[in-house]
């Protein structure tokens, strides 16, 4: 089931972007100069503020958009296009999901593209739809569910492909407090018995504290970069009662107050 890949450490070295054509001195760079690298297994989080360039490092670690200066690499393979082992769960789900297919179709389409088996399918697509809550949901159309729930259509189906690397941007933010908290639960369950990497973007400090082993802090843009990172050694499941949770989350609130700027 799993794809035949082998998993390798994500390196972002001295990337740029701009989205304006043709670049000259005067562009402005949404992301500027910005380094990283994530490791296999690791859980890493992403967090700034709305409008620094999040879910735009995210396309560019997915595949989707091209540097502007610098390269991404997957081990020494340069990230030139989008590939099946790097599967992004979207901010906006009404983009994700095929709006003529069935909730049960959505699941499966990974599935089918790979001639997965329809008994294997249906076992692997009633695992991931029971997950996230949407048994009963199966035949439904994306038309027919609140936000909420097409968001939890397109982590069933980001799931049930089971990609070496998971990248997701803000997938819990449509969600009510207790579908989200029982979300990131299964997430880290699954993060845990997979030893997949995930790169989670986030703008909120708890779930960040929640889930990742790592924080990377984005400035705000434009000329955005990963200005500080957070070690988390704290064992899961995280108890946001726990005084290091709370000393942490002083400290990151502490960071964005010292910006000046708010999440
Ligand atoms: N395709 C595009 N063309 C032009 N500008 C873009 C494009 N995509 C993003 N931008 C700009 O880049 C900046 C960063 O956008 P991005 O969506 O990456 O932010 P974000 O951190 O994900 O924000 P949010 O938390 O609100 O999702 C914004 O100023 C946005 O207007
Ligand atoms: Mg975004």
Sequence with gaps: MSELFVPETIYVDNVSKTFEEPVSEN?????????????????????????????????????????????????GKKIKKHGKERAMVFQNADSALFPWLTVRENVEFGLRMKKVSKKERAHVSDKYIRLVGLTGHEKKFPKELSGGMKQRVQLARVLANNPAILLMDEPFGALDAMTRRSMQKELVNIWRTTSKTVIFVTHDIQEALLLGQRIGIMSLGPDSKIVKIYDVALPYPRDITAPEFNRLYEIIENHFEGEAWTL
């Design 27 to 75: 562009s402005c760079y949404i992301i500027k100069d910005t380094s990283l690298s994530v490791e296999t297994g690791e859980f890493f989080i992403l967090l700034g503020p709305s409008g620094c360039g999040k879910s735009t490092l995210l396309n560019l670690i997915a595949g989707f958009t091209e540097t502007t200066y610098g390269e991404l690499r997957l081990g």
